[in-house]
Nanobody, 126 residues
Framework: VQLQASGGGLVQAGGSLRLSCTAS????????KAWFRQFPGKEREFVAA????????MYADSVRGRFTISRDNSKNMGNLQMDSLRPEDTAVYLC???????WGAGTLRESSWGYWGQGTLVTVSS
């Protein structure tokens, strides 16, 4: 069972990137998916989540209106479209699946997510 994040890179402030999270080893269609990010020396920070059927989403205040989370269950994938990027968005972005904490306040907690992928580095230059 693996999650793999991809799509990171270097972009100028104001630019866009699209991250993808691909699941392999089993189907993640029935699981909620999320993106967290981690700054150097700090704990992971919630970015966005989408419920298993795509009907509900949740965003951190810092990215709401700029980032869009989506999923394609037919391809066992999730995506994070990041627009209007800022230097403070520079971090390692990680995808997660299986929200055991329930949809709500628990969604924001790192401990609520059962599966994690390796991260992809996003660097935004000023």
């Amino acid at each position: 069972v693996q999650l793999q994040a991809s799509g990171g890179g270097l972009v100028q402030a104001g630019g866009s990137l699209r991250l993808s999270c691909t699941a392999s080893g089993r189907s993640f269609r029935s699981y909620s998916k999320a993106w967290f990010r981690q700054f150097p020396g700090k704990e992971r920070e919630f970015v966005a989540a989408v419920i298993w059927d795509g009907s509900r989403t949740m965003y951190a205040d810092s990215v709401r209106g700029r980032f869009t989370i989506s999923r394609d269950n037919s391809k066992n994938m999730g995506n994070l479209q990041m627009d209007s990027l800022r230097p403070e968005d520079t971090a390692v972005y990680l995808c997660a699946a299986q929200n055991v904490g329930g949809w709500g306040a628990g969604t924001l907690r790192e401990s609520s997510w059962g599966y994690w992928g390796q991260g992809t580095l996003v660097t935004v230059s000023s």
